[in-house]
């Protein structure tokens, strides 16, 4: 599966962002991304990298950092072959590259492990300015 990010930009204090990860190809077991759940990740120059949010395939349960729980919406649309990440009051803390990837099977849903994902896209910058 070969992942591909957009969206970012330069925006300032309490401004919206929506970033998209356009998915193609197979896995090497033959599956599309629509298969698999999905997750958002987010690295800051400095810092290791750190889970945002992530999404069952079906798009029924979704889970979110607490630093961005309320602000952020993910969702995905599989006919499309693309998940969405809606970026609602952005602080400056959330100045990151941010980057797209899909959970491997049999990990937990819920799981904020970057270990856990693969096909890693190649990331969108985001920056807000005060």
């Known amino acids: 599966v070969q992942l591909q990010a957009s969206g970012g930009g330069l925006v300032q204090a309490g401004d919206s962002l929506r970033l998209s990860c356009a998915g193609s190809g197979r896995s090497n077991v033959g599956y599309g991304m629509d298969y698999y759940g999905m997750g958002w990740f987010r690295q800051a120059p400095g810092r290791e990298r750190e889970f945002v949010s992530s999404?069952?395939?079906?798009?029924?349960?979704?889970y979110y950092a607490d630093s961005v729980r309320g602000r952020f919406t993910i969702s995905r649309d599989n006919a499309k072959n693309t998940v969405y990440l809606q970026m609602n009051g952005m602080k400056p803390d959330d100045t990151a590259v941010y980057y797209c990837?899909?959970?491997?099977?049999?990990?937990?849903?819920?799981?904020?492990?970057?270990?856990?994902?693969?096909?890693w896209g190649q990331g969108t910058q985001v920056t807000v300015s005060s």
């Open positions: 990837a899909v959970r491997k099977e049999g990990s937990y849903p819920w799981t904020t492990l970057p270990f856990d994902y693969r096909y």
């Open positions: 999404i069952t395939r079906s798009g029924d349960s979704a």
